[in-house]
């Protein structure tokens, strides 16, 4: 496993989504969710970054200043443009993966995983709850990130780092938590798994990157990805790599 895994296990996903189990019903309430989020995003960017413009630099009437004005404006709208896509994930992370619950647990049962009957609201007070925490401490680390980029040449090392690293990390572990949950692992033994199988959890992050930032691709791109993180543990538990339930650990 590694870098691959996460597109094989997108693949996957999409292949057990339309396989006539019953899982799509299940997945039209976040696809819907997801597409709505990364449409508000995209809003948000466009009508903040014209904003923007008017406030720093109001539209002059001269051909000469009103060139660069145009110029001025394309890069904030192409700025604004940038932050969204980056923003979009962690929105859809958010609000969408709790949506997700019913999905990856029906899937988690049907590709072999252990069965926990719980009730809706329960299950999704709990993935909500979780994902908050994966969430903040994922976008307060892109924050100080993004603040260390602004020391001249720190830049350099900061964007790629949050870009193709930190954020899909925790992208990939919103993915995997509810099916982690559902084994009842504690934080640190999740923590643990992540960072012990970190190549894989990139691959399957920039995938979900991918699938999340992009509008009308998310409409099936969050239930896609939803079923690849519950692919993967799946994986990681096959080959030994997840620790055992409660009920499947030795009596001392």
Known sequence: MGLFTGPSAAVRGLGLLFSGKGLLPLALIPA?????????????????GDGLVATLWPEPSGWFAHFFWSIFTWIISLASAALA????????????????????AKADALLGGRTVEA????????????????????????????ALGLVPGLGLITVPLVTFV????????????PSL??????????????????????????????????????????????LAG????????????VPKTPEERPKR
């Open 32 to 48: 819907v969710a997801g597409l709505g989020l990364s449409m508000l995003g995209l809003w948000a960017a466009a009508h903040f």
């Open 85 to 104: 896509l980056v923003i979009t994930p962690w929105l859809v992370m958010l609000v969408g993966f709790p949506l997700c619950d019913p999905l990856m």
């Open 119 to 146: 009730k809706f609201f329960a299950e999704l007070r709990r993935t909500l709850a979780s994902s908050l925490g994966i969430v903040a401490l994922g976008l307060m680390g892109a924050l100080v990130f993004f």
């Open 166 to 177: 930190w954020t899909p990390t925790f992208l990939a572990f919103d993915a995997m938590d």
């Open 181 to 226: 949950g559902r084994r009842q692992l504690e934080w640190k033994q999740k923590k643990a798994l992540i960072a012990s199988n970190l190549l894989t959890c990139v691959g399957l992050g920039l995938t979900g990157t991918l699938l999340l930032a992009v509008p009308v691709l998310n409409l099936i791109g969050l239930p896609v990805l939803a």
């Open 230 to 241: 519950v692919i993967v543990v799946r994986d990681l538990e096959n080959k030994g790599r």
